[in-house]
């Protein structure tokens, strides 16, 4: 062989090492959506299911009813499998679980902290396989002995709520370690080698969040779209909290005058407080009040100046607005054309 010729990209190899995480979703690729508010919902989902990967409903907020709304509304637009994640602290969490039983959804994805044993139990018992995140090895193993069917590793990277740990550390710490069940990364992916790389160490596949915030079928106002395809990494940055007495949750997002207004802001409520005009409750709500519905603003109505602009590190890959198929097929050919290399070189 011509070892300067570029050799055909190994789609066969690549199916071979996702089948583990495929087969799990019951979809063709072992990659699965991130689940954003206000952005995963019925079409985006529907998409990415129908490309090929595993669409997931973001909950996020909705009552039961909103949710069952969502779920018939996704499948009128696919036939293919999808999961819904549900965020631990809803007060509803069970109903949100007998919502999904009752459409039978097939995976349930619980984020935003360790799942209640009862949601858990009810969503097995119920037929759905259970996804978990795990942010540190411990956890992975407890969650595995839980029940957990699949377990997500998401990397500080990510956009949104963010643990304080790489998904580079991560994967080192806790994928030789659990491979009872598939683990599957996320957190600043953007590129198929990327996706293969973890794969090599052991992952089923990936999680993908922020490259698919521009797909044609998401419904991201145009100027949060525009925004995304503008950001570069270095703009994706976490909240900084400015009194430890007062903690702020990170959420990686890009830098605009809402996430300046915030500093003020905390900077103005510490003072009120050091005045003795709130006290320490108050003054917390009224820091964790300033990002109320900024998502939405920006996400639907496309305020992207005071809004929040939630993305990840790999923001700098998105350049331009396209089909949820075509990135999935870039990703899917970026990582079958690095496997090839790689046998090219052994």
């Not at 300033?290 to 929040?308: I, K, T």
């Amino acid at each position: 062989m011509d070892m300067a010729a570029t050799p055909e990209p190994d789609f066969a190899g690549l199916d071979r090492m996702m089948a583990r995480g495929a087969a799990f979703f019951g979809s063709r690729y072992a990659i699965l959506g991130g689940a954003m508010s206000w952005v995963s919902e019925r079409n985006l989902v529907a998409a990415l299911s129908n490309a090929g990967a595993f669409g997931v409903i973001a909950c996020g907020a909705m009552e039961p009813d909103r949710l069952a709304q969502e779920i018939a509304g996704t499948q009128a637009l696919t036939d293919r499998p999808f999961g819904v994640n549900l965020i631990t602290m809803h007060p509803r969490l069970e109903q949100l679980v007998d919502v999904c039983l009752a459409a039978r959804v097939s995976h349930i994805v619980f984020a935003g902290g360790i799942p209640p044993g009862s949601a858990m139990k009810r969503a097995k018992e119920g037929g759905a396989k259970v996804v978990c995140f795990a942010p540190a090895l411990a956890l992975a193993k407890k969650l595995v002995r839980s029940g957990a069917d699949a377990l997500v590793i998401e990397g500080s990277e990510a956009g949104g709520h963010i643990g304080p740990v790489s998904l580079n550390v991560l994967a080192q710490e806790i994928l030789p370690h659990v491979t009872e069940v598939p683990v599957f990364v996320a957190g600043g992916i953007g590129r198929g080698e990327a996706i293969l790389s973890y794969m090599e160490m052991g992952a089923a596949g990936a999680q993908i969040g922020t490259r698919f915030v521009c797909a044609t079928e998401s419904i991201a106002h145009p100027n949060f779209k525009r925004a995304f395809i503008r950001g570069a990494a270095r703009d994706a940055l976490p909240t900084v909290q400015i009194d430890p007495r007062f903690p702020v949750i990170p959420v990686r997002a890009l830098q605009n005058e809402g996430t300046k207004r915030f500093m003020e802001h905390q900077a103005h409520v510490l003072a009120r407080f050091q005045s003795g005009e709130l006290d320490k409750e108050a003054a917390q709500l009224d820091i964790e009040h300033f990002w109320a519905g900024a998502l939405r603003r920006a996400v639907v109505d496309g305020d992207v100046d005071q809004g929040s602009l939630m993305a990840g590190q790999s923001v700098g890959m998105v350049t331009k607005e396209q089909p949820a198929a075509e990135i999935i097929a870039e990703l899917v050919g970026q990582a079958a054309a690095a496997l090839a290399a790689r046998r090219v070189l052994r």
